[in-house]
C-alpha cells in the first residue's frame, strides 16, 4: 500500500526535509521536498497523496506565501488532497483557524516532530482506507 502513496514535503529547513524524505522513504513511501509552497504549487499536477507543509516559511531575498495561504491555494486547485501542517507555533488560535479551514493534521515541530507525523500519515492513510 505504502510504496504507491505519494507525499510532498514542503518546508524552508533542509534539515526537516532530509529526516521527513529518510523516514518515509524506508517506510516505503515516495517522497517529492520543496522549500517553499510556491515551489509545491508549480508541482501540483503530479498529484501528491498528501501534502506536509510547513507553517511560517523564511526567505531573506523574497516575500513568500506562508503555510495557511499555500494551503488555501492547494485546496482551491486540489480539493481532495489531504495536508498535514507542521508547526512550532503553539498557539490556540491558529490551530482553531487551521481546523476550520479543514487542515487535516496539526504536528508541532518538537523533539518527537518525526514519530509523530509518522502516526498521523499512518492514521491518515488508514482512515482513506474505510
Known sequence: MNSRKYIFIVDDDPFINMLVVKRFTSEGYN???FENGEDCLKALEKNP??????????????KLMNGMEAFDKIKELKPNVPVIMLSGQEKGEIVLEL???G???YI????????N??????ELFERQLM
Open 31 to 33: 517522497l517529492e521536498a
Open 49 to 62: 497523496d498528501l501534502i506536509i507543509l510547513d507553517y511560517f516559511f523564511v526567505n531573506n531575498n523574497k
Open 103 to 105: 487542515i487535516d493534521d
Open 117 to 122: 507525523l509518522s502516526i498521523a500519515v499512518r
Open 99 to 101: 481546523a476550520r479551514k
Open 108 to 115: 508541532i515541530k518538537d523533539n518527537n516532530l518525526i514519530d
